[in-house]
């Protein structure tokens, strides 16, 4: 990736508007050369799909062909997010294949197509969304229901009448929000009975609709219920904690749909884990969203010393990256110093990522002992990987400039003589 290109991808996420403003327009008006560095960025989750949204729409067709490779390669999370991004551009040539990929193994890819197909309004993505709000996963269903609220067909509003008695609130909550925008009587008199659902939301979500018909516009933004945790992953969460056990179904259902639940699951499970808990909230280091990411290395650093002995067994373990960089990152925060073997090998991991975030983790243990390991690290081809290093070692006292540090013969053969 180009420093140009580079730049202007970190200011997407700038909290100045004018910036962002600029590098939209700038990465758009480059179109199909910025693609690859955006790709790039999206695959090493070094931006947020959120903040790249609007730039993949922009550029338009030349984003397809890398978007559908990613769509259909092996890894759930390039395709959750390259069905996201499939949906922003809006192209025919995606629509396609978004249905192919709905009938993909994985839930959550099942989920985000579902969701990326209503983007679409296409008559052709009716039968697969009628499909899947059939779907054995509560959240392709429910995605599936929002979806096609935005069709006007009778096969489609007999199905969102159906779902108003699924079994998962989820479900009949995105229902309700889809049949809201049908002006028909009878769907009126479901609403008024969906007011009386046994689920609390449920029936708030019913009595919005029922705002939202009479022209209050922002009756759904009101609720804020997406914040909440279901009742359905409430007892999730006491099934695990009353006997201390995963499995598979529980780790399922604890890859919900919606980032904003995840990182509430993990900030309710921190509250009450203990070193048995950690690896659940593992997967969360490699969530695809920076913010699920960064709760789950705080909810893993609340364990405190009693996780180290579970993070050490579990690290090998780690085929991702961010996991890897998490785990370092949650060793660094408890600064016990069994990690320490630990960290000082992952200074040679293959990921700059995961050697950067060692690198700092060591640097919080203020140990002479790591001075060498970090002076090793001064040779990586990285430059951002030595920039931390330097730091590093000048927060032990070693000065680059200081000849008596017997490290300033290295920093001038790297760097030059200042």
Not at 146 to 163: C, P, Q, R, V, Y
Not at 347 to 362: G, P, Q, Y
Request: hydrophobic fraction near 40%; charged fraction near 25%; charge should be negative.
């Amino acid at each position: 990736m180009s420093n140009e290109f580079d730049n202007l991808i970190r200011n997407l996420e700038s909290d100045d508007s004018k910036i962002r403003r600029e590098a939209e327009l700038a990465l758009g008006y480059d179109g199909s050369k910025a693609v690859p560095a955006l790709i790039q960025a999206v695959r090493e989750n070094t931006i947020s799909l959120e903040a790249v949204t609007s730039v993949f729409n922009r550029i338009g067709e030349p984003t397809i062909d890398p978007l559908t490779d990613m769509l259909h390669s092996d890894n759930n999370d390039y395709q959750r997010k390259a069905a996201h991004l499939l949906a922003a551009v809006g192209h025919g040539r995606a629509l396609v294949q978004l249905i192919i990929t709905l009938d993909d193994e994985d839930p959550m890819v099942r989920a985000e197509v579902a969701s990326a197909l209503g983007n679409f309004k296409d008559a052709r993505a009716m039968g697969p969304l009628l499909k899947a709000i059939q779907d054995n996963d509560p959240n392709v269903r429910a995605n599936a229901a929002l979806s096609l609220g935005n069709f006007n067909d009778e096969k489609i509003t007999d199905a969102l009448l159906m779902a108003l008695e699924d079994a998962n609130p989820i479900v009949r909550q995105s229902a309700i929000r889809a049949l809201a925008k049908n002006p028909a009587d009878f769907v009126e008199s479901a609403l008024v009975n969906a007011t009386r659902d046994p689920d609390e939301s449920v029936r708030q979500t019913a009595a919005a609709a029922l705002q939202h018909r009479k022209g209050d516009s922002v009756a759904f933004d009101r609720l804020n219920i997406d914040s909440d945790i279901t009742d359905e992953m409430k007892s999730t969460i006491e099934k695990i904690m009353s006997d201390g056990k995963l499995d598979t179904q529980d780790m399922e259902a604890l890859r919900h749909s919606n980032p904003r639940v995840r990182s509430e699951l993990l900030q309710y499970i921190s509250q009450k884990s203990g070193p048995q808990m950690i690896r659940l909230m593992i997967p969360g280091l490699n969530d695809i969203n920076p913010a699920v990411r960064t709760k789950a290395v705080n909810a893993i650093t609340n364990v405190g010393p009693k996780g180290v002995d579970v993070l050490l067994q579990l690290l090998p373990e780690q085929t991702s990256p961010f996991a890897r960089a998490g785990i370092a990152e949650v060793l660094g925060n408890i600064g016990d110093k069994r990690a320490m073997p630990a960290l000082l090998m992952m200074l040679k991991d293959d990921d700059d990522r995961v050697v950067t975030c060692a690198i700092m983790a060591i640097s919080q243990f203020n140990d002479p002992d790591t001075i060498d390991h970090l002076v090793a690290v001064l040779k990586h081809p990285e430059e951002s990987v030595r920039t931390h290093a330097i730091a590093a070692l000048q927060k032990l006292g070693y000065d680059p400039k200081n000849e008596t540090t017997g490290v300033r013969k290295l920093f001038k053969k790297l760097f030059g003589n200042d």
